[in-house]
């Protein structure tokens, strides 16, 4: 039988048992290899890809536990863009039982102003404006036209206001 081969330029870059990096092993302290793999970009992608590693799960665990293809999320974790489509975004942040303001860049958006906390808000919660006028019990409409700087009622802001709450934004 052969011995297994370590690469790297020590014995502790890989296991003694594959030939996988040690970052992949269950034993292995994930938590700063997982950051030092990922690189120094502070992209969705790289944020989810520290979270997959620290959590040992690979590309396809991943994937199937979020409901989305393999190569999709490959593509995201190598996308050097912020842009992800909001759903896909929360199927992911389930998936890894992380907060989705741990993966996302939310935190930056400006807030303001009440609409652009309301904003906020929809992107923290891992909504679409669908799901959070449904949350809210208001239309789609209602929404829209409060964003664009509409009239709206003291009954409709106070939803607002307690659907922005629910996040810790101020």
Do not use: W
Request: charged share 20%; hydrophobic share 30%.
């Amino acid at each position: 039988m052969k011995a297994p081969t370590v690469y790297g330029d020590n014995a502790r870059s890989q296991t003694a048992y594959t030939n996988i990096p040690a970052f992949y092993h269950p034993d292995s302290h994930r938590d700063n290899r997982a950051i030092n793999y990922c690189g120094k970009k502070n992209t969705i992608g790289t944020r989810i890809r520290a979270c997959r590693i620290k959590k040992g799960l690979s590309i396809k665990q991943l994937a199937a536990l979020a409901g989305i293809t393999p190569e999709g999320l490959s593509n995201i974790e190598r996308r050097s863009s912020n842009n992800i489509n909001i759903t896909i975004l929360s199927k992911i942040s389930n998936a890894l039982k992380e907060p989705i303001s741990h993966l996302s860049s939310f935190e930056s958006l400006p807030e303001s102003t009440l609409q652009e906390k309301l904003l906020k808000a929809i992107l923290f919660h891992g909504h679409t404006k669908l799901k959070a006028a449904n949350k809210m019990q208001l239309s789609v409409k209602t929404i829209y036209n409060f964003q664009q700087r509409k009239y709206c009622t003291e009954e409709t802001s106070q939803k607002f206001l307690q659907y922005i709450k629910e996040v810790n934004i101020q």
